[in-house]
């Protein structure tokens, strides 16, 4: 599956963000997905995921209260609403495929990422 994350940007301290993962030519559906950041100088670091239906969420500690995970299906989209953002929140933002429909392991396919600077 080769995905494409978009809606990265310079965004100011305190302000929104909602990031996009899809693909072409196949169906998400199938499959859980997730998100994941990379900063500068750090290792890449696991942000949320969601299984197939949506029905069931996971966040890292971090994240949770400001990072909402979501998808929609019917347009082959997962996202990422980011609120209250923060300098720390400075990363390139991938998102991943699962091999099924619930998170198992590791993801199997990633996304090029995309990029969000917050400034303060």
């Known amino acids: 599956v080769q995905l494409q994350a978009s809606g990265g940007g310079l965004v100011p301290a305190g302000g929104s963000l909602r990031l996009s993962c899809t693909t072409s030519g196949r169906r998400l559906d199938k499959y859980a997905m997730a998100w994941f950041r990379q900063a500068p100088g750090k290792e890449r670091e696991f942000v949320a995921d969601?299984?197939?239906?949506?029905?069931?969420?996971n966040y890292d500690d971090r994240a949770k209260g400001r990072f909402t995970i979501s998808r929609d299906n019917a347009k082959n989209t997962v996202y990422l609403e980011i609120d209250s953002l923060k300098p720390e929140d400075t990363a390139i933002y991938y998102c991943?495929?699962?091999?099924?429909?619930?998170?198992?392991?590791?993801?199997?396919?990633w996304g090029q990422g995309t990029l969000v600077t917050v400034s303060s």
């Open positions: 969601i299984s197939w239906s949506g029905g069931n969420t």
């Open positions: 991943a495929a699962y091999s099924g429909s619930y998170v198992y392991g590791a993801p199997t396919s």
